[in-house]
């Protein structure tokens, strides 16, 4: 049961708006940025919403890690591609332009694809490619990140937690979202489990020794350090697949720097030789695939409809009483909170208020009643 405070979602937009703007970022840019969190909470999945927007973004804009004012240089246009140079600036605010452009040329010409380089955190890549499904088509997006997961029978962080995702029209009351990363586990939900008190799951981690650990406070510490990395999905070494994962992960890296001509791996960890600042200059890669060009949109859902209740209908284990597809859970989670609000835990609150002051802006939340 939810014992953590909720706040209206009308009252949580308005402040992360003003506390974007009060960091330099433009109103419409800011309302992209905070929606895009938003929309994270709205799915439930707590380890890229509100639970991100000050160290992830804040901290870094005050650091000087991330522009607040986006320049997006259009470095390459064709009828079916795009490739976009973000300048350091908010990669939520750049991937929003890019999916508006691949949007339209797929509309005209049933496929586009594009890439990002020189940006910074995109957020939930799900609501990117959910634009696409929106609009009635099919969304394929990933990105690299900061190096922390392992390669197969390695220890040494190399990799993003890169993101592989697909959001695909259906006919029912939600689409068919596939929205994770390419390890078992992505940085955020040990960030999550820090300020949570809570320890990561044993088998999740690799160390410098090949064994695991479960402190996720001194997690973050020592993956920062290169003392431990994040296992790929599959988990470690090859008997359980990992090699899989590890593949993806790959996979991912490179789309997201080689389709742009961007840095990868360890070019993207935010420091330099010396341990100093710098900036991330992550790479993001999309597509676009309208269905309308090949046997039509109504076929296309009514058929993945149909895929997924069959998976939904099949035999279950004994003492289960639900399958799930990807997407229902996330849409269940909307169907909880729409009225209640956006659930935020002690940390969380701590860092709202400090902005708020820092900020001096006229807010007050009820967890302070």
């Not at 996720?216 to 290169?226: E, F, N, T, W």
């Not at 008997?239 to 720097?257: M, W």
Request: with cysteine.
């Amino acid at each position: 049961m939810e014992t953590r405070p909720y706040v209206s979602w009308d009252l949580m937009n308005s402040f992360l708006i003003d506390a974007f703007k009060g960091y330099g970022v433009p109103e419409e840019d800011a309302k992209i940025c905070a929606d895009v969190l938003l929309e994270s909470d709205r799915r439930g999945i707590e380890s890229h919403g509100c639970n991100r927007f000050k160290p992830i973004y804040l901290d870094r804009i005050k650091n000087g890690t991330l522009l607040p004012v986006t320049k997006m240089d259009i470095v390459k246009d064709t009828p079916t591609t795009v490739v976009m140079n973000a300048n350091n600036g908010m990669g939520m605010v750049a991937s929003y332009r890019m999916m508006e452009m691949l949007i339209e040329k797929a509309s005209k010409y049933g496929m586009a694809g594009g890439a990002i380089y020189n940006s910074t955190h995109y957020g939930i890549a799900g609501y990117w490619t959910t634009m696409a499904e929106k609009a009635g088509m099919i969304g394929i997006s990933g990105t690299n990140a900061r190096p922390s997961v392992a390669p197969t029978f390695g220890i040494e962080p190399m990799m993003g937690t890169n993101p592989f995702t697909f959001t695909l029209p259906t006919d029912e009351e939600f689409p068919f979202n596939f929205d994770c990363a390419t390890s078992i586990v992505q940085n955020g939900k040990i960030e999550f489990y820090a300020r949570s008190g809570k320890p990561t799951p044993a088998g999740l981690v690799v160390t410098e020794e090949g064994g695991t650990m479960t402190d996720s406070a001194q997690i973050l510490k020592d993956m920062r350090a290169g003392k431990c990395a994040l296992l790929p999905l599959g988990g470690l070494g090859e008997e359980t697949g990992g090699y899989k994962g590890y593949g993806f992960t790959t996979l991912v890296e490179i789309f997201s720097a080689a389709l742009a001509g961007g840095p990868y791996m360890k070019d993207l960890s935010g420091k330099d030789a010396q341990g100093n600042n710098q900036m991330y200059r992550l790479g993001h890669f999309f597509f676009v695939i309208n269905p309308e060009f090949f046997m039509g949109l109504d076929t296309f859902k009514k058929t993945a409809g149909g895929i997924c209740r069959g998976l939904r209908d099949s035999k279950k284990a004994p003492g289960v009483d639900r399958i799930y597809t990807a997407g229902e859970k996330e849409w269940l989670a909307w169907q909880d909170r729409k009225d209640k609000g956006v659930p935020v835990g002690e940390s969380i609150q701590k860092e709202i208020l400090a902005v708020r002051d820092e900020l001096k802006l006229p807010y007050h939340f009820p967890f302070e009643d």
